[in-house]
Every structure is written in structure tokens, then in C-alpha cells.
């Protein structure tokens, strides 16, 4: 016959399981949410997560020694510039750049 702390052990393991149950559904209807509000704020995550994989692309923080003051100064200058009267040549200037350290970075990818 099982002594009551048996019993006890039993009854705290099926409650740690059930907890464990629950949690797992929470965190998959969390992932599977599709209310409206909640794909806007998982689109705006993914673009600022990728925005800042291009600062750490362009070398931005290493050269900066991570001064995010500095950053910013050099976003604020370059928004500066695309107010200017140049605004279609520098997008061009800056695309060209862009799009050639693209493909430098995707040719030594695949070395």
C-alpha cells in the first residue's frame, strides 16, 4: 500500500506535468497567433532585428566602438543628406555600395 509522501510525490509530479502542459499550449498559441496587432509588432521585430544586422554588416559598431550616440549622428546625417536636393543621387550612390558589398559578401559566403 502506497504511504502518503508516495501519494504526495505522485500528486506534485502530475501537477509539474500539467503545468508543463500548459505552458507548452501558451508558448504554441503564442507562436500561432495571428491577431492583427500581433503580425504588425512580429514584422516591425523582424525589420528592426534586420536593420541592425546591417549596422553590424556595414561594420558601424565595431568602428564605433559600440557609441550609439555616434550611430545615430551618422543616421541622422545621412537622413540629412536624402532631405537635400541630391536626395536621387545619393540613393543611387548608397544602392551601388550596397548592392556591390551585397554580392561581395555573398560571393565569400560561398568560398
Keep these: ?5 508516495d501519494q504526495l510525490a505522485k500528486t506534485l509530479a502530475a501537477h509539474k506535468r500539467s503545468i508543463q502542459a500548459r505552458n507548452r499550449l501558451l508558448a504554441h498559441r503564442a507562436r500561432h497567433d495571428m491577431r ?10 523582424r525589420q528592426l532585428i534586420e536593420l541592425g544586422g546591417l549596422i553590424a554588416k556595414a561594420e558601424l559598431i565595431d568602428l564605433t566602438d559600440d557609441d550609439r550616440a ?5 543616421l541622422i546625417e545621412a537622413a540629412t543628406k536624402l532631405k537635400g536636393d541630391n536626395r536621387d543621387q545619393q540613393l543611387l550612390l548608397w544602392r551601388r555600395r550596397g548592392s556591390r558589398a551585397f554580392a561581395q559578401n555573398h ?5
Design 70 to 74: 555616434v550611430i545615430l549622428g551618422l
Design 1 to 5: 500500500m502506497p504511504t502518503l509522501a
Design 36 to 45: 492583427e496587432w500581433r503580425v504588425k509588432r512580429r514584422e516591425r521585430t
Design 107 to 111: 560571393l565569400a559566403e560561398r568560398l
